[in-house]
């Protein structure tokens, strides 16, 4: 009998189907001096760091090419490892800095073969260490990492069950960056790295693991506009982790102001959180569409920067049973969607306690989608993947807080006395 698996990092668990599987290395503790990460500094900022760090200027462009190889083809976490690097030079990057992983806390494997991870970050504002999902979905002809870009959501998208987490802080782009690193870890997609214990075994190490990444974790992404754009633009440099920019679609729920700065700034796919055909509902399942529009989105949409039918915008449509699934609803939708070079998705609502909604009949689904391929888009229907582990779209949420003033100071008096 195949089972869901749960892998707890920082406890070891009783359950045999946990134990049976190999379980991850003990969980990287956080760095108490709070070093500041070489991992999410773009190639200047690093130079600028070796620079503080004593680096004399001449050699400082080939320092900088060296630790982006070790960091992003080679995966190293550990400056004892780069082999090229002076012992001096390396004894002063471990003093100065780090390029440690964060904490893993737990691994989930779907019987479907989808992973979920938890990872925690520190506070960095939040009074104490946040966590957030991150979610793998291996297919046949690729594998698509779902990142989070936010601690919470500032959205409340009714069908989402990440909009129910308030909103905590943003991701620093160290932070996104480590999510996609990590990922790597485990999947042992860097080259040469050691097959982790119960990471993907290395009969396959010659394909590539994650060929995709999708903006659409926890979060609205165009709300930490300047972190994800910094993030993207190291995940898709060419001497490093070398994603191509139509490999990397960024979902947004309609932050219209920033959708032409994505284009232009990034130069990735773009991903809309549609989900109604007329502003009431839209009102109601997306509140941001009260600030933007349809009407607003969707002109955003039709001037994205390198729009065209080699480069589509997809729609994203959850399927909510008697609420928007309707073949109105689907001709509506065509219409809307006029002139626009597109593909819309077809999202069968994924369940979460306490939702309002249920998931449109399969047959329902099917006639909708039909309508809309027969005028000429295409709509696949996404098959809903890691359900059992409640990692299927619009189920991630952590149970991350952010404190009041007051319980952040008591919390940090609570740790000073006890280091004392």
Known sequence: MIMAVSLDIAHKSADPAATSAATPPPATKQVQEEKPSLIGLDREELGNALAAAGVPQRQIRMRVNQLWHWLYVRGISDFSKMSNVSKDLRTKLEFAFTIARPEIVTEQVSVDGTRKWLFRFPSRGAGKPVEVETVYIPEEDRGTLCISSQVGCTLTCTFCHTGTQKMVRNLTAEEILAQLMLAKDRLNDFPDADAPEGGLDTSTSN??????????????????????????????????????????????????????????????????????????????????????????????????????????????????????????????????????????????????????????????????????????????????????????????????????????????????????
């Open 207 to 420: 394909r590539r693991r994650i060929t995709n990444i999708v903006m659409m974790g926890m979060g609205e992404p165009l709300y930490n506009f300047e972190n994800v754009k910094k993030a993207l633009l190291i995940a898709s440099d060419g001497d490093g982790l070398s994603l191509s920019k139509r490999r990397i679609t960024l979902s947004t729920s309609g932050v219209t102001p920033e959708i032409a700065r994505t284009g232009d700034e990034i130069g990735c796919m773009l991903a809309i959180s549609l989900h109604a055909v007329n502003d009431e509902l839209r009102n109601t399942l997306v509140p941001i569409n009260k600030k933007y529009n349809l009407e607003t989105l969707l002109d955003a949409c039709r001037n994205y920067p390198g729009l065209s039918n080699a480069k589509r915008i997809t729609f994203e449509y959850v399927m909510l049973k008697g609420v928007n699934d309707s073949l109105t609803d689907a001709k509506k939708l065509v219409q809307l969607l006029k002139g626009i070079p597109a593909k819309i998705n077809l999202l069968p609502f994924n369940p979460w306690p306490g939702s309002p909604y249920e998931c449109s009949d399969w047959e329902q689904i099917e006639e909708f989608a039909d309508v809309v391929n027969r005028a000429g888009y295409a709509s696949p229907i996404r098959t809903p993947r890691g359900r059992d582990i409640f990692a299927a779209c619009g189920q991630l949420k952590s149970a991350s807080e952010r404190l009041r003033k007051s319980e952040r100071e008591a919390l940090e008096n609570a740790q000073a006395q006890g280091e004392a």
